[in-house]
Protein backbone atom coordinates (compact mmCIF):
# COMPACT_ATOMS: atom_id res chain seq x y z
CA UNK A 1 0.00 0.00 0.00
CA UNK A 2 2.45 2.18 0.93
CA UNK A 3 4.53 1.43 -2.40
CA UNK A 4 1.58 2.54 -4.33
CA UNK A 5 0.83 5.95 -2.36
CA UNK A 6 4.37 6.43 -2.94
CA UNK A 7 3.97 5.76 -6.52
CA UNK A 8 1.19 8.11 -6.83
CA UNK A 9 2.39 10.97 -4.89
CA UNK A 10 5.70 10.73 -7.30
CA UNK A 11 3.35 10.89 -10.54
CA UNK A 12 1.63 13.94 -9.19
CA UNK A 13 4.21 15.67 -8.38
CA UNK A 14 6.40 14.71 -11.74
CA UNK A 15 2.78 15.76 -13.44
CA UNK A 16 2.93 19.17 -11.42
CA UNK A 17 6.20 20.43 -12.47
CA UNK A 18 5.88 19.64 -16.07
CA UNK A 19 2.95 21.50 -16.03
CA UNK A 20 4.84 24.58 -13.92
CA UNK A 21 7.75 24.04 -16.31
CA UNK A 22 5.37 24.52 -19.63
CA UNK A 23 3.78 27.26 -18.08
CA UNK A 24 7.43 28.79 -17.59
CA UNK A 25 8.40 28.43 -20.78
CA UNK A 26 5.54 29.73 -22.19
CA UNK A 27 5.79 33.03 -20.14
CA UNK A 28 9.32 33.25 -20.96
CA UNK A 29 8.54 33.35 -24.65
CA UNK A 30 5.40 35.12 -24.36
CA UNK A 31 5.05 37.71 -27.84
CA UNK A 32 5.14 40.72 -26.10
CA UNK A 33 4.54 43.34 -28.72
CA UNK A 34 5.76 47.07 -28.51
CA UNK A 35 2.22 49.59 -28.29
CA UNK A 36 3.10 50.44 -32.04
CA UNK A 37 5.65 48.94 -34.11
CA UNK A 38 6.96 49.81 -37.47
CA UNK A 39 6.77 47.25 -39.96
CA UNK A 40 8.66 46.66 -43.49
CA UNK A 41 6.79 46.97 -46.39
CA UNK A 42 7.38 43.92 -49.04
CA UNK A 43 7.75 44.93 -52.74
CA UNK A 44 6.90 48.51 -51.67
CA UNK A 45 6.33 50.22 -55.40
CA UNK A 46 8.57 53.13 -56.79
CA UNK A 47 8.36 56.11 -54.50
CA UNK A 48 6.88 58.44 -57.00
CA UNK A 49 3.47 59.95 -58.30
CA UNK A 50 2.77 57.73 -61.00
CA UNK A 51 2.10 54.95 -57.57
CA UNK A 52 0.49 57.45 -55.84
CA UNK A 53 -3.98 57.60 -55.44
CA UNK A 54 -5.68 59.20 -57.76
CA UNK A 55 -8.78 61.23 -56.35
CA UNK A 56 -10.32 61.11 -59.66
CA UNK A 57 -10.44 57.03 -59.50
CA UNK A 58 -12.35 54.63 -57.60
CA UNK A 59 -10.85 52.04 -55.11
CA UNK A 60 -11.69 48.98 -54.82
CA UNK A 61 -11.04 46.87 -51.77
CA UNK A 62 -11.41 43.47 -50.82
CA UNK A 63 -11.73 41.68 -47.00
CA UNK A 64 -11.62 38.25 -46.89
CA UNK A 65 -10.64 36.22 -43.47
CA UNK A 66 -9.35 32.95 -45.16
CA UNK A 67 -9.21 30.61 -41.49
CA UNK A 68 -5.69 29.59 -42.08
CA UNK A 69 -6.71 27.48 -45.04
CA UNK A 70 -7.75 24.82 -42.62
CA UNK A 71 -11.77 26.19 -41.72
CA UNK A 72 -13.62 24.96 -45.01
CA UNK A 73 -16.89 23.36 -45.76
CA UNK A 74 -15.83 20.24 -44.40
CA UNK A 75 -14.01 21.65 -40.90
CA UNK A 76 -15.60 22.45 -36.99
CA UNK A 77 -13.59 24.05 -34.60
CA UNK A 78 -13.74 23.54 -30.87
CA UNK A 79 -14.23 26.88 -30.19
CA UNK A 80 -17.46 27.09 -31.36
CA UNK A 81 -18.59 23.91 -30.12
CA UNK A 82 -17.10 21.18 -33.00
CA UNK A 83 -14.09 19.08 -32.13
CA UNK A 84 -11.08 20.13 -34.80
CA UNK A 85 -8.73 23.03 -35.02
CA UNK A 86 -6.68 21.78 -37.82
CA UNK A 87 -7.14 19.62 -41.04
CA UNK A 88 -6.22 16.18 -41.28
CA UNK A 89 -3.71 16.70 -44.25
CA UNK A 90 -1.29 19.35 -46.06
CA UNK A 91 -2.96 18.78 -49.16
CA UNK A 92 -6.55 19.57 -48.22
CA UNK A 93 -4.72 23.18 -46.68
CA UNK A 94 -2.87 23.46 -50.13
CA UNK A 95 -6.15 22.77 -51.95
CA UNK A 96 -7.86 25.70 -49.93
CA UNK A 97 -5.54 27.49 -50.79
CA UNK A 98 -5.24 27.16 -54.27
CA UNK A 99 -9.55 27.91 -53.92
CA UNK A 100 -8.71 31.43 -51.64
CA UNK A 101 -6.58 32.27 -54.71
CA UNK A 102 -8.95 31.72 -56.98
CA UNK A 103 -11.37 33.50 -55.31
CA UNK A 104 -8.87 36.87 -55.26
CA UNK A 105 -8.12 36.16 -58.97
CA UNK A 106 -11.34 36.61 -60.11
CA UNK A 107 -12.67 39.88 -58.24
CA UNK A 108 -9.46 41.78 -58.80
CA UNK A 109 -9.31 44.61 -56.02
CA UNK A 110 -7.01 47.58 -55.21
CA UNK A 111 -6.68 46.67 -51.94
CA UNK A 112 -6.64 42.84 -50.58
CA UNK A 113 -7.31 42.88 -46.69
CA UNK A 114 -6.65 39.25 -45.31
CA UNK A 115 -6.76 38.01 -41.89
CA UNK A 116 -5.58 34.72 -39.91
CA UNK A 117 -2.66 34.05 -42.68
CA UNK A 118 -0.19 31.36 -41.47
CA UNK A 119 3.27 31.64 -41.75
CA UNK A 120 4.75 28.73 -40.08
CA UNK A 121 1.99 27.22 -38.01
CA UNK A 122 2.21 23.34 -36.75
CA UNK A 123 -1.93 23.67 -37.02
CA UNK A 124 -2.05 24.46 -40.73
CA UNK A 125 1.09 22.05 -41.16
CA UNK A 126 3.86 24.81 -41.57
CA UNK A 127 3.08 26.37 -45.27
CA UNK A 128 4.21 29.58 -45.41
CA UNK A 129 0.96 31.81 -46.37
CA UNK A 130 2.20 34.79 -46.97
CA UNK A 131 4.67 33.66 -48.86
CA UNK A 132 1.67 31.44 -51.35
CA UNK A 133 0.04 35.29 -51.63
CA UNK A 134 2.74 36.94 -52.11
CA UNK A 135 3.12 35.15 -55.62
CA UNK A 136 -0.15 35.48 -56.44
CA UNK A 137 -0.92 38.92 -55.89
CA UNK A 138 0.93 41.87 -57.47
CA UNK A 139 2.35 44.28 -55.46
CA UNK A 140 3.22 45.50 -51.93
CA UNK A 141 2.59 43.47 -48.66
CA UNK A 142 3.20 43.85 -45.20
CA UNK A 143 1.93 41.51 -42.30
CA UNK A 144 1.62 42.38 -38.35
CA UNK A 145 0.94 39.33 -36.12
CA UNK A 146 -1.33 38.98 -33.75
CA UNK A 147 -0.95 35.44 -32.82
CA UNK A 148 2.58 34.32 -31.60
CA UNK A 149 3.07 31.08 -29.45
CA UNK A 150 5.78 28.58 -29.40
CA UNK A 151 3.13 25.61 -28.37
CA UNK A 152 -0.53 26.22 -27.99
CA UNK A 153 -1.91 23.02 -25.92
CA UNK A 154 -4.95 23.61 -27.49
CA UNK A 155 -7.42 21.45 -28.07
CA UNK A 156 -7.23 18.96 -25.45
CA UNK A 157 -6.33 16.14 -28.21
CA UNK A 158 -3.05 15.77 -29.39
CA UNK A 159 -3.87 14.60 -32.63
CA UNK A 160 -5.51 18.55 -32.98
CA UNK A 161 -3.83 20.73 -30.82
CA UNK A 162 -2.31 23.73 -32.73
CA UNK A 163 1.36 23.70 -31.24
CA UNK A 164 3.73 26.39 -32.55
CA UNK A 165 1.26 29.07 -34.52
CA UNK A 166 2.74 32.18 -36.34
CA UNK A 167 -0.10 34.31 -37.41
CA UNK A 168 -1.76 37.72 -38.75
CA UNK A 169 -3.13 39.89 -40.76
CA UNK A 170 -2.02 40.94 -44.21
CA UNK A 171 -2.76 43.94 -46.57
CA UNK A 172 -1.55 43.84 -49.81
CA UNK A 173 -1.79 47.15 -52.77
CA UNK A 174 -0.50 48.47 -55.86
CA UNK A 175 -0.18 51.58 -54.58
CA UNK A 176 2.95 52.87 -52.67
CA UNK A 177 2.89 52.94 -48.92
CA UNK A 178 4.99 55.51 -46.97
CA UNK A 179 4.22 53.95 -43.82
CA UNK A 180 2.69 50.42 -41.62
CA UNK A 181 2.46 49.97 -38.27
CA UNK A 182 1.05 47.70 -35.99
CA UNK A 183 -1.05 49.34 -33.21
CA UNK A 184 -1.60 46.82 -30.08
CA UNK A 185 -4.83 46.68 -28.91
CA UNK A 186 -6.40 46.87 -25.25
CA UNK A 187 -7.71 44.43 -23.38
CA UNK A 188 -6.04 40.52 -22.37
CA UNK A 189 -7.49 37.40 -21.31
CA UNK A 190 -6.71 36.63 -17.91
CA UNK A 191 -3.33 34.55 -16.60
CA UNK A 192 -2.18 32.35 -17.65
CA UNK A 193 -4.71 31.58 -20.38
CA UNK A 194 -3.48 35.09 -22.14
CA UNK A 195 0.25 33.56 -22.56
CA UNK A 196 -1.59 31.32 -25.56
CA UNK A 197 -3.63 33.46 -26.48
CA UNK A 198 -3.55 35.98 -29.47
CA UNK A 199 -2.23 39.64 -28.69
CA UNK A 200 -5.40 41.62 -30.94
CA UNK A 201 -3.56 44.33 -33.27
CA UNK A 202 -4.58 47.18 -35.73
CA UNK A 203 -2.46 47.07 -39.00
CA UNK A 204 -2.62 50.71 -40.06
CA UNK A 205 -0.76 51.63 -43.95
CA UNK A 206 -0.60 54.89 -45.12
CA UNK A 207 -0.83 55.61 -49.02
CA UNK A 208 -0.01 58.76 -50.38
CA UNK A 209 -2.50 60.75 -52.83
CA UNK A 210 -1.66 62.78 -55.95
CA UNK A 211 -0.93 66.59 -55.50
CA UNK A 212 -2.09 66.33 -51.66
CA UNK A 213 -0.86 66.21 -48.72
CA UNK A 214 -3.32 64.17 -47.20
CA UNK A 215 -3.32 60.13 -47.06
CA UNK A 216 -6.22 57.33 -47.97
CA UNK A 217 -4.97 55.65 -44.28
CA UNK A 218 -6.39 51.83 -44.50
CA UNK A 219 -6.89 49.87 -41.19
CA UNK A 220 -6.80 46.21 -41.33
CA UNK A 221 -8.42 44.65 -38.45
CA UNK A 222 -9.33 41.35 -36.94
CA UNK A 223 -11.10 42.13 -33.74
CA UNK A 224 -11.50 39.69 -30.59
CA UNK A 225 -14.39 36.56 -30.72
CA UNK A 226 -14.32 34.88 -27.52
CA UNK A 227 -14.40 37.22 -24.46
CA UNK A 228 -17.29 38.39 -22.85
CA UNK A 229 -17.56 41.33 -24.92
CA UNK A 230 -15.62 43.64 -22.92
CA UNK A 231 -12.47 43.23 -25.15
CA UNK A 232 -14.32 44.31 -27.88
CA UNK A 233 -15.54 47.46 -26.34
CA UNK A 234 -11.88 48.03 -25.32
CA UNK A 235 -10.83 47.58 -29.04
CA UNK A 236 -13.64 49.95 -30.50
CA UNK A 237 -12.54 52.78 -28.45
CA UNK A 238 -8.88 51.91 -29.68
CA UNK A 239 -10.07 52.27 -33.17
CA UNK A 240 -12.29 54.70 -32.77
CA UNK A 241 -9.66 57.66 -31.49
CA UNK A 242 -7.43 56.38 -34.52
CA UNK A 243 -10.14 56.93 -36.94
CA UNK A 244 -11.22 60.02 -35.59
CA UNK A 245 -7.73 61.59 -35.34
CA UNK A 246 -6.93 60.72 -39.22
CA UNK A 247 -9.40 62.08 -40.31
CA UNK A 248 -9.76 65.18 -37.83
CA UNK A 249 -5.88 65.46 -39.74
CA UNK A 250 -8.08 65.26 -43.59
CA UNK A 251 -7.12 61.86 -44.42
CA UNK A 252 -9.57 59.39 -45.90
CA UNK A 253 -10.01 56.72 -43.95
CA UNK A 254 -11.05 52.79 -44.31
CA UNK A 255 -11.40 50.09 -42.00
CA UNK A 256 -11.60 46.58 -43.47
CA UNK A 257 -11.96 42.94 -42.16
CA UNK A 258 -13.10 40.89 -39.41
CA UNK A 259 -14.86 42.95 -36.95
CA UNK A 260 -16.59 39.52 -34.89
CA UNK A 261 -19.50 41.96 -34.40
CA UNK A 262 -22.55 42.04 -36.20
CA UNK A 263 -23.46 45.30 -38.29
CA UNK A 264 -25.59 47.26 -37.50
CA UNK A 265 -27.75 46.94 -40.40
CA UNK A 266 -28.03 43.30 -39.47
CA UNK A 267 -29.54 43.89 -36.05
CA UNK A 268 -32.55 45.12 -34.15
CA UNK A 269 -32.69 45.57 -30.92
CA UNK A 270 -36.22 44.43 -29.17
CA UNK A 271 -36.78 45.39 -25.49
CA UNK A 272 -34.31 43.95 -23.82
CA UNK A 273 -32.43 41.34 -26.66
CA UNK A 274 -31.37 41.86 -30.00
CA UNK A 275 -33.33 40.18 -32.99
CA UNK A 276 -30.66 39.15 -35.65
CA UNK A 277 -31.13 39.12 -39.59
CA UNK A 278 -29.52 35.64 -39.51
CA UNK A 279 -31.64 34.51 -36.47
CA UNK A 280 -29.48 32.86 -33.66
CA UNK A 281 -31.20 29.57 -33.81
CA UNK A 282 -29.83 27.75 -30.60
CA UNK A 283 -29.07 30.51 -27.30
CA UNK A 284 -25.93 28.18 -26.68
CA UNK A 285 -24.70 29.13 -29.74
CA UNK A 286 -21.68 32.09 -30.12
CA UNK A 287 -22.96 35.14 -30.14
CA UNK A 288 -21.71 38.01 -32.39
CA UNK A 289 -23.13 41.08 -30.26
CA UNK A 290 -24.13 44.26 -32.33
CA UNK A 291 -21.63 46.99 -32.83
CA UNK A 292 -22.42 50.36 -31.81
CA UNK A 293 -23.82 53.02 -34.77
CA UNK A 294 -24.45 56.21 -33.10
CA UNK A 295 -20.32 56.76 -32.59
CA UNK A 296 -19.81 56.33 -36.20
CA UNK A 297 -22.56 58.23 -37.49
CA UNK A 298 -22.05 61.11 -34.97
CA UNK A 299 -18.47 60.98 -36.54
CA UNK A 300 -18.83 61.17 -40.33
CA UNK A 301 -18.35 57.16 -40.91
CA UNK A 302 -20.49 55.07 -42.55
CA UNK A 303 -20.69 51.44 -42.26
CA UNK A 304 -19.66 49.20 -45.86
CA UNK A 305 -21.81 46.03 -45.52
CA UNK A 306 -23.89 43.67 -47.15
CA UNK A 307 -26.45 41.71 -45.16
CA UNK A 308 -28.13 40.00 -47.79
CA UNK A 309 -25.35 37.36 -47.94
CA UNK A 310 -23.72 35.82 -44.64
CA UNK A 311 -20.00 36.50 -44.07
CA UNK A 312 -19.29 33.91 -41.60
CA UNK A 313 -20.60 31.19 -40.46
CA UNK A 314 -20.87 28.68 -37.18
CA UNK A 315 -17.95 26.01 -37.02
CA UNK A 316 -20.12 24.03 -34.50
CA UNK A 317 -20.43 21.34 -37.26
CA UNK A 318 -19.27 20.88 -41.39
CA UNK A 319 -21.34 23.06 -43.30
CA UNK A 320 -24.76 21.50 -44.01
CA UNK A 321 -24.81 21.85 -47.90
CA UNK A 322 -28.22 20.26 -48.16
CA UNK A 323 -30.34 22.05 -45.76
CA UNK A 324 -28.98 25.87 -45.79
CA UNK A 325 -31.21 25.98 -42.52
CA UNK A 326 -29.25 23.85 -40.24
CA UNK A 327 -26.38 26.41 -40.51
CA UNK A 328 -25.73 29.49 -38.24
CA UNK A 329 -24.72 32.40 -40.11
CA UNK A 330 -23.60 36.35 -39.06
CA UNK A 331 -22.68 39.66 -40.46
CA UNK A 332 -19.37 40.43 -38.95
CA UNK A 333 -17.28 41.35 -42.21
CA UNK A 334 -17.08 44.54 -43.73
CA UNK A 335 -15.90 47.95 -43.62
CA UNK A 336 -16.54 51.12 -42.07
CA UNK A 337 -15.13 54.50 -43.84
CA UNK A 338 -14.77 58.29 -43.06
CA UNK A 339 -17.82 60.34 -45.10
CA UNK A 340 -15.17 62.21 -47.37
CA UNK A 341 -15.38 58.62 -49.04
CA UNK A 342 -18.97 57.89 -50.97
CA UNK A 343 -19.39 54.07 -51.13
CA UNK A 344 -20.32 53.25 -54.39
CA UNK A 345 -21.07 49.28 -53.81
CA UNK A 346 -20.71 46.65 -51.18
CA UNK A 347 -21.17 43.35 -51.93
CA UNK A 348 -20.37 40.07 -49.76
CA UNK A 349 -19.19 37.38 -52.34
CA UNK A 350 -21.37 34.30 -51.88
CA UNK A 351 -18.95 31.68 -52.44
CA UNK A 352 -20.60 28.89 -50.22
CA UNK A 353 -17.84 28.43 -47.15
CA UNK A 354 -15.92 26.16 -49.53
CA UNK A 355 -12.69 27.09 -48.45
CA UNK A 356 -12.88 29.22 -45.45
CA UNK A 357 -15.63 29.86 -42.65
CA UNK A 358 -16.16 33.25 -43.88
CA UNK A 359 -17.27 35.08 -47.55
CA UNK A 360 -15.16 37.89 -48.54
CA UNK A 361 -16.58 41.48 -48.81
CA UNK A 362 -16.16 43.61 -51.20
CA UNK A 363 -16.35 47.54 -51.79
CA UNK A 364 -16.13 50.08 -54.40
CA UNK A 365 -15.26 53.34 -53.03
CA UNK A 366 -14.52 57.19 -54.82
CA UNK A 367 -13.69 60.33 -53.28
CA UNK A 368 -16.22 62.58 -51.83
Excluded at 105 to 116: G, I, S, T, V
Excluded at 242 to 257: R, T
Excluded at 273 to 302: G, H, R, T, V
Amino acid sequence: MKRILKIVIITVVIIITLGIGFIATLQIFEFKPEDVTVLSITDNPINSNDNYIDKNNSLTILTFNIGYASLSETEDFVMDGGQKAKMDSSDEVENNLDGISSILANNPADFYLLQEVDVDSNRSYNINQLSYFQDKLDGSSVLAYNYRCIFVPFPFNFSQMMGKVNSGIVTFSNFYAESAERHQLPGSFSWPVSLANLKRAMLITRYPIQNSDKYFVVINVHLSAYDDGTMRLQEMEALKNIMKNEFDAGNYVLVGGDFNQTFPEAVNKVEDSYEYYYDLKDENFWQAFPMEEDWFINNSFSFGVDKNTPTCRLLHQPYDTIDSSNNQYYVIDGFIVSNNLSIELTTTLNEGFVYSDHNPVKITLYFS
